[in-house]
């Protein structure tokens, strides 16, 4: 008798678990579960007593876990609901001529154009609206295409707060559209699961927000403005940022991209801001009304740079060579600034420096000396336009991954080599096997290229 007892414990034990585990896993989805269950326990070894226990327990479990999936069901449908509300709201400030938006109906926004969805909860997790057919800078008048004029897929009109409702959101992109003279929206600050925002040539006026340093999460900011007018310093637009201080929040920051935005106002505070961002792998700043010299920060944090442009700015000073100590440089474009003084030998010694240019300033240095560094994976060099002298040295032959090389209008003089290096360097047991554009015009050299 006693070990029977004992036997019904155990089984009302095990039994007891796996009903739990039953209940939790299905969730009692369907009535046939229910059955399942209650048929098993029924025809378990336990006495009658412990059956109506069981019995007892499956109904009180049942009833707990019904009210927590239908009030858990309820919540997400309504946060979805609500999320499906805040694009129609979006939508309805938006004039869209060409009706790019006209999947925006039905119940199921995440079939809709541009949007993009959580798995399982339909949740808003980006929304992509970039002009496919922009209108670039250096167009006049915009092209035909099976769309008709591309100006009408142009959206404009005015950028609902409503977006802060979309709790989840973290791709955001409204590039190339046409969202003119009005700036860009304070409460893009507030949404703070951003992880990408894009808004590359939208047309917006005005300072660019300071609350944007909120986005501690983002990784991708792009607010490059076309530039809409001449002035002392050349073409610029009508956004600005005063002071660039709130950028220091942004400590996830991967890229940053603010061509044509006027920084006049920023001063050295630049680098000294973005220099704490140790993630930072793009920094793209060209034609932003920086001038003077370019400073050098107090520590070099850059340990992750990869790209830099500050090209069409009109920096006067000697070329900044800490960024000789970032050795992770794949790509510098400091060209058409007032930079003078010697091309440091040093670059030509950066382990992964693929991509060069430096043209439109007045820069000197011996083309010989430059051009017997390593440069072991350079594929682009445009030195066009400065002072560089002496002649070419046939080491140049080595530089057996470069694709497009421009010495043209500098100083250089002398014969061609006669005979180019690399038949042991390169792979492909020839001089320079990749070459495909060479530019040597306004200069005093003489001779004929080797073959």
Same mark, same amino acid.
């Given at each position: 008798m006693l070990l029977q007892t004992k036997k019904s414990e155990v089984i009302f034990v095990i039994t007891l678990h796996h009903l739990l585990y039953i209940l939790v896993e299905l969730n009692m989805?369907?009535?046939? *579960?229910?059955?399942?269950?209650? !048929?098993?326990?029924?025809?378990?070894?336990?006495?009658?007593?412990? *059956?109506?226990?069981?019995?007892?327990?499956?109904?009180?479990?049942?009833?707990?876990?019904?009210?927590?999936?239908?009030?858990?069901?309820?919540?997400?449908?309504?946060?979805?609901?609500?999320?499906? *509300?805040?694009?129609?709201?979006?939508? !309805?400030?938006?004039?869209?001529?060409?009706?790019?938006?006209?999947?925006?109906?039905?119940?199921?926004?995440? =079939?809709?154009?541009?949007? %993009?969805?959580?798995? %399982?909860?339909?949740?808003?997790?980006?929304?992509?609206?970039?002009?496919?057919?922009?209108?670039?800078?250096?167009?006049?008048?915009?092209?035909? $295409?099976?769309?008709?004029?591309?100006? =009408?897929?142009n959206l404009s009109g005015v950028i609902s707060p409503s977006l802060i409702k979309l709790k989840y959101l973290k791709y955001l992109d409204l590039s190339f559209n046409s969202f003119k003279a009005i700036p860009i929206p304070q409460f893009f600050g507030s949404m703070k699961n951003l992880i990408y925002l894009n808004l590359l040539h939208c047309g917006f006026i005005g300072e660019i927000p300071s609350n944007l340093g909120?986005?501690?999460?983002?990784?991708?900011?792009?607010?490059?403005?076309?530039?809409?007018?001449?002035?002392?310093?050349g073409y610029s637009s009508d956004l600005f940022i005063q002071n660039i201080e709130w950028m220091t929040s942004l400590v996830s920051l991967k890229h940053l991209s603010a061509n044509n935005v006027n920084l006049?106002?920023?001063?050295?505070?630049?680098?000294?801001?973005? $220099?704490?961002?140790?993630?930072?792998i793009e920094l793209h700043l060209d034609n932003c009304n920086l001038f003077m010299s370019i400073p050098s920060p107090s520590f070099v944090n850059f340990t992750s740079l990869s790209i830099i442009v500050?090209?069409?700015?009109?920096?006067?000073?000697?070329?900044?060579?800490?960024l000789l100590n970032v050795s992770s440089l794949v790509s510098i474009d400091m060209s058409l600034n007032i930079l003078h003084g010697r091309i440091p030998l040093g670059l030509g010694e950066l382990p992964n420096l693929q991509h060069l240019e430096l043209f439109g300033n007045y820069l000197e240095?011996?083309?010989?000396?430059?051009?017997?560094?390593?440069? *072991?994976?350079i594929e682009f060099l $445009?030195?066009?336009?400065?002072?560089?002298?002496?002649?070419?040295?046939? !080491?140049?032959?080595?530089?057996?991954?470069?694709? =497009?090389?421009?010495?043209?209008?500098?100083?250089?003089n002398g014969s061609l080599p006669d005979i180019i290096n690399g038949t042991e360097t390169c792979n492909s047991k020839s001089p320079l096997p990749n070459l495909r554009e060479l530019y040597l015009e306004l200069n005093q050299l003489m001779g004929t290229l080797p073959n």
């Open positions: 989805q369907e009535n046939t *579960k229910k059955f399942e269950v209650i !048929s098993v326990l029924l025809n378990s070894g336990l006495d009658i007593y412990m *059956k109506r226990i069981m019995v007892f327990i499956l109904v009180i479990l049942y009833f707990i876990s019904t009210e927590v999936a239908c009030n858990g069901h309820t919540h997400i449908n309504n946060n979805v609901q609500s999320e499906q *509300k805040a694009l129609i709201d979006f939508k !309805s400030g938006l004039t869209d001529p060409n009706n790019r938006l006209s999947s925006w109906k039905g119940n199921n926004h995440c =079939y809709w154009h541009g949007i %993009g969805c959580e798995n %399982g909860t339909g949740f808003v997790v980006s929304i992509n609206l970039r002009n496919p057919y922009p209108i670039e800078n250096d167009i006049p008048y915009p092209l035909e $295409n099976e769309y008709g004029n591309q100006s =009408y897929m909120n986005l501690s999460n983002l990784q991708y900011l792009d607010f490059s403005s076309k530039y809409t007018y001449h002035n002392d310093f006049s106002m920023v001063g050295s505070q630049w680098i000294e801001v973005l $220099n704490k961002l140790p993630m930072l500050i090209s069409s700015n009109r920096f006067n000073s000697t070329f900044p060579e800490w240095g011996n083309i010989s000396q430059l051009l017997r560094k390593s440069w *072991k994976k $445009n030195l066009y336009g400065n002072d560089l002298h002496g002649s070419i040295p046939s !080491s140049i032959g080595n530089f057996c991954n470069l694709l =497009y090389l421009d010495l043209s209008d500098n100083n250089l």
